[in-house]
């Protein structure tokens, strides 16, 4: 039993590094390569397709069950949010600014794939569930703690969350896509699976760190904060079996990439690299806590 937990950590955990290791390596040999195609192709089609073929054509999720765990997302980056803000404060940075790395996670790249290997159709389409909250957050809690300026227009043009209201809108009336449908969307999704993966290790080939030490500690209490406060939840709400492994997982994840994007366009360079610096930082020592979490999550809510 217990080398078989080994086995099935190696079969989750191996493609998914492997897949970030030929995009950092791809982006060290082509430093100049530009990846705006990989993010429009999964920003406009990908990640739709994706959030459909897990929602809308999923036959293990219903409508309860993803206003649940959407609930329970909100609840703990509010969890993360109060930690962040006395984080920030502590270590003397911007505790607006600077508090996206540290409250919403990369359930998106490295979240939904785990998730899939770990737990099948039935774990991904409560992952995709979660993910889809975190980024309604980035298109309008993220863009406010960047810009410190609240906008809906952002979110109104996105393209992913018209997406979430149709599949959230056929989950409801429980309404079942076509054939077609579900196989074009399954193959889209499990392209852009492989995409994103790929784009995230061509980014970390390409972010710098800067103010290592302070940027070390939000790294560490973002990987540390995430297992405790899931583990809360989990327990506080009874959560069982794969639903309470894939919050685990999705929880335990780094910062997100699209941190430091939304940071990009609407903060001042100096928070910028900061964000930078932590999504770099996180996501390298991740690559020592992701398998601790994958195996915590199989051995305790399997």
């Not at 959030?51 to 309860?64: G, I, K, P, R, W």
């Not at 920030?88 to 979240?111: F, M």
């Amino acid at each position: 039993m217990q080398l078989g937990i080994y086995f099935k950590l190696f079969e989750v955990i191996f493609p998914v590094f492997l897949v970030i290791g030929i995009g950092y390596w791809f982006g060290k040999k082509n430093p100049n390569f530009k990846s705006d195609i990989i993010t429009n192709f999964a920003g406009k089609i990908g990640v739709p397709a994706l959030l459909f073929y897990s929602l809308a054509a999923s036959n293990t999720l219903d409508f309860s069950t993803f206003i649940q765990f959407g609930l329970l997302t909100f609840i703990f980056v509010g969890c993360f949010s109060v930690l962040g803000i006395i984080v920030l404060k502590l270590l003397k940075r911007d505790q607006v600014t600077e508090l996206g790395p540290l409250i919403l996670p990369n359930t998106g790249n490295l979240g939904l794939p785990i998730c899939l290997f770990a737990y099948g159709d039935k774990g991904f389409s409560i992952a995709s569930s979660i993910a889809a909250v975190i980024m309604l957050l980035h298109f309008t809690l993220g863009i406010f703690i960047a810009s410190k300026k609240f906008s809906l227009r952002p979110l109104i043009e996105s393209i992913p969350m018209h997406a979430l209201l149709i599949s959230g809108f056929m989950l409801y009336f429980n309404i079942k896509p076509p054939i077609f449908l579900i196989n074009t969307t399954m193959l889209l999704s499990y392209s852009t699976i492989f995409l994103i993966l790929a784009s995230l290790g061509i980014a970390l080939s390409n972010l710098k760190t800067k103010n290592f030490k302070s940027n070390l500690v939000i790294s560490i209490v973002r990987l540390i904060s995430g297992p405790v406060i899931a583990l809360f939840i989990i327990y506080s709400f009874s959560l069982k079996s794969y639903e309470a492994g894939v919050l685990f997982i999705c929880a335990s994840m780094p910062s997100a990439i699209l941190n430091f994007l939304l940071a990009k366009m609407y903060s001042k360079k100096i928070h910028s690299d900061n964000i930078a610096s932590v999504i770099v930082i996180s996501t390298t020592l991740s690559f020592l806590t992701i398998p601790l979490v994958v195996f915590y999550a199989l051995r305790y809510f399997n």
